[in-house]
């Protein structure tokens, strides 16, 4: 995906809404349809626990008898309402690629998704192939005999869709962004955070001795002896290590000017002596390139030294492990289990997740717009699109009055937000046209070879933007993915299909449910467009400051009060949140909460005082928002994801902007002595 994009997590999701006019709340139906009876319970008492105070832990008041009564799947890592809409979108995926694999008569949409289902499922074919696909990679890299054919290969392998040691991309010149530049990123590690490598703690380091013993047998599949696979595992970890003390931390990569390096590329080849650029640049795809981003040029010069200083022998071991690791999923049954016996100690899951559900899940990621086609016109109702669109008018009405009342920011400061809050585009459900991965080749007993074909055209598609316009039509995630995102270069926020579902959205929902829902992600998305980071974008995408000094000041101000606030949050043991690597998600939380009240406080409902299960209106909105957040986390990662995620655990998510919303304390009576009690004084203001 697109790595500018700020998404939500799967994990704990954020979500906002924005201010409606009365006239526009709901689309032409029957009179208050909000007061009939619905089919369901869109707030059910059964899920609440009524015996904790709302003002002292609302999330369990909402939740508590949910959370007790959902258990997390064996073959999960968590269990909460994204990963019940996930299980929902995957059911609706496998239908669809049956019903493929079973007519690709059809066309070549039937073809492609169906014989690739079919090649994934066929565990007896894998098996039987054991690692003979890649042993001709492995075979390659046997030949590299100097640095310099490890940089032909290194180079090599990249185009194939095997990228190693680093990251390189295709994408916007964030100042620029009317142009694609070729970009270089920090890499070259495998555990999911550089603090794995670098920590000593008892956590960090049984993470690690349990990558070394799967370093170590992964080599062993291949027919290593016990002796030599141990001694590569060594020269994994002692490279990986290497390159994870050059790597910038996750807080610092979440500054937009730090991270954007512009180099001439003779310029930027003059601070990695052993690698020229402008060489290895051509044999990636990107010919005539003169001017290259760098994420971290720190690591690089890292890297140039490490390459240099590391025998030939060690770098063809590296290269072995990243073949290996990148295939391991797409192998014999021996892999898969080892790859997944590690990622047990890492995740505490504890069975693999079902072979139809990890088919299914590839398909979209690497055949999405074709998949995609299938699920919108089997599961997505065109009036949820229009609804969507009527909800996004409001809610841009909404932040408008928001922006023009605030009372720390300049009328100049507010005339150029406003310019940037209107240039929003919306994308709702699907993409306007769609992919057709042209050249991709999808055989029906071929399943590594299926992934590879799939990969190399992504990477092709990539890089083939050079040059040209750039095509904001395109899509940062696939239909049937249970998500959103705003993307600060094209100043865009997205809503695809999958997640204009319950308990975001329902057609029969009253309004309440609905703004307290995907009216919430909608607004969390725009002000994504007004955090931490995204503030430093301005309508057009371009990263460019058009704050006055004493505006910028006020915001950081505000913003450093909600930093602090949810440094407080304590998660294990010693874990704490991370203010600060969650500052821009936890912003858009408390913007896109407070703007969804107040468009929901436009709708007829929202005027009204009728009761519905015996809660009222505002009772009904902000238990809509808490049961968004309800989840199940496994311990161990719940730890992983403190270190890697932007987004706070689902308690903090919900409770931590409710602590600042004076209307929720008088829609529970919240008072003085409450856990969450906070005076007015000390409830937090920012859009």
Known sequence: MNHQLTFLSLAALAVGLMTVQPSQATPPRKPAPWLKAAPIKFIDPQN????????????????????????????????????????????????????????????????????????????ATIDKRGFDPIKPDLARIEKVNNKVDFLNELAYQRTQSNGMLFGFFVAQDRKNVSKYLPQLSQGGTTLPDRDYYLKNDARSQKIRDAY??????????????????????????????????????????????????????????????????????????????????????????????????????????????????????????????????????????????????????????????????????????????????????????????????????????KKKALVKLLAFKRKIGYPDKWKTYEGVTIARNDFYGNVQSAGKWSYNYMVNRLGKPVDKTEWGMTPPTVNAYYSPVNNEIAFPAAILQFPFYDYNADDAVNYGGIGAVIGHEMTHGFDDSGRQYDADGTLRDWWTKTDADNFKQRADQVKEQFFGFKVLDSLKVNGQLTLGENLADLGGLAIAYDAFKKTPQGKSKTKIDGFTPDQRFFLSWAQVWRINVLPETQAQLILTDPHAPGLYRCNGPLSNIDAWYQAFNVQPGDKMYKTKEQRIKVW
């Open 48 to 123: 609440m626990d009524q015996a904790t105070k709302p003002g002292d832990n609302f999330y369990q008041y909402a939740n508590g008898n949910w959370l007790r009564q959902n258990a997390i799947p064996a073959s999960k890592t968590s269990w909460g309402s994204f990963n019940e809409l996930r299980e929902k979108s995957l059911d609706a995926m496998k239908a669809l690629l049956e019903d493929a694999s079973k007519t690709t008569t059809k066309g070549r949409l039937y073809q492609m998704v169906g014989d690739y289902y079919v090649s994934g499922m066929d565990s």
């Open 212 to 413: 070394r013993d799967n370093l170590t047998k992964m080599f062993a599949l291949i027919g290593e002896e016990p002796t030599q696979a141990s001694q590569d595992a060594d020269v994994v970890i002692r490279l990986e290590t290497t390159l994870a003390k050059a790597q910038m931390a996750r807080v610092e990569m979440r500054d937009p000017y730090k991270t954007y390096n512009k180099f001439a590329v003779a310029e930027f080849s003059k601070q990695t002596p052993g690698i020229n650029w402008a060489d290895q640049l051509v044999k990636f795809g990107t010919k005539g390139q003169d001017t290259v981003l760098v994420q971290n040029p720190g690591f690089y010069r890292s890297l140039d030294s490490l390459v240099s200083a590391t025998p030939i022998e060690d770098l063809r071991t590296y290269m072995r492990w990243n073949i290996l690791k990148g295939a391991a999923p797409y192998l014999s049954d021996a892999f898969v289990k080892q790859n997944f016996a590690f990622s047990k100690v890492l995740t505490g899951q504890k069975e693999q997740t079902p072979r139809w559900q990890r088919v299914s899940g590839l398909i979209d990621g690497t055949l999405g717009d074709l998949l995609g086609q299938l699920y919108v016109q089997s599961y997505f109702k065109p009036e949820a699109k229009q609804r969507m669109l009527t909800l996004v008018d409001n809610l841009e009405a909404s932040y408008k009055e928001h922006i023009k009342n605030l009372d720390w920011m300049s009328e100049d400061t």
